[in-house]
T-cell receptor
Framework: DGGITQSPKYLFRKEGQNVTLSCEQN?????MYWYRQDPGQGLRLIYY???????QKGDIAEGYSVSREKKESFPLTVTSAQKNPTAFYLC??????????????FGSGTQLSVL | LAKTTQPISMDSYEGQEVNITCSHN???????ITWYQQFPSQGPRFIIQ???TKVTNEVASLFIPADRKSSTLSLPRVSLSDTAVYYC???????????????FGQGTTLQVKP
């Protein structure tokens, strides 16, 4: 089946620790995105990438880092600089790159909590 | 970037038609309007997309007036399983410096009651 796979489903971070959330897609999509969702809130854009080896900051990039070495993979690292990392993290991809009728396909999310 | 405004919440009863309106006053000429549905602890999923007038699929209808400054998602005969958060998204125009920066609003929480 084609789709987006996020792992792990649940992740716990100790203070001062960096953790990496995985996002893999086999849809052959060019663009990939990371969103953060706090309880009862909407989605906030962390980073996005429209092509391999290129990515841009979203609205809340501080304390996060990404890489896009392969088309199908867009891992997100939550660094120790992110002081309030507890949230639901969603990865998405879209087929079109930079056009106005992009349709996003989302993964099932990773819930990150701080120990 | 076109900012969107939706009601925070709505209540309905099973079998009723629900209309959720989204305001996007500074929509660009080439922007499309897309609606997503999200259940708790899941990623949003695509419902419908349109540019102008009316679009209908097996799930919903989307009405967009001539000035395109708003849009209305219409869900016919809702059921309990339609209880979810609904997001309106307006995509940046292709070629702009913000291309690909897809920003979601707060969404509308729809509660369907028996």
């Amino acid at each position: 089946d084609g789709g987006i796979t996020q792992s792990p489903k649940y992740l716990f971070r100790k203070e001062g620790q960096n953790v990496t959330l995985s996002c893999e897609q086999n849809l052959n999509h060019d663009a990939m995105y990371w969103y953060r969702q706090d309880p009862g809130q909407g989605l906030r854009l962390i980073y996005y990438s429209q092509i391999v080896n290129d990515f841009q900051k979203g609205d809340i990039a501080e304390g996060y880092s990404v890489s896009r070495e392969k088309k199908e993979s867009f891992p997100l690292t939550v660094t120790s600089a992110q002081k309030n990392p507890t949230a639901f993290y969603l990865c998405a991809s879209s087929q079109t790159r930079g056009t106005t009728n992009e349709k996003l396909f989302f993964g099932s999310g990773t819930q990150l909590s701080v120990l | 970037l076109a900012k969107t405004t939706q009601p925070i919440s709505m209540d309905s009863y099973e079998g009723q038609e629900v209309n959720i309106t989204c305001s996007h006053n500074n929509i660009a000429t080439n922007d499309y309007i897309t609606w997503y549905q999200q259940f708790p602890s899941q990623g949003p999923r695509f419902i419908i997309q349109g540019y102008k007038t009316k679009v209908t699929n097996e799930v919903a209808s989307l009405f967009i007036p001539a000035d395109r400054k708003s849009s209305t998602l219409s869900l016919p005969r809702v059921s309990l399983s339609d209880t979810a958060v609904y997001y309106c998204l307006v995509a940046p125009a292709g070629g702009s410096s913000n291309t690909g920066k897809l920003i979601f609003g707060q969404g509308t929480t729809l509660q369907v009651k028996p």
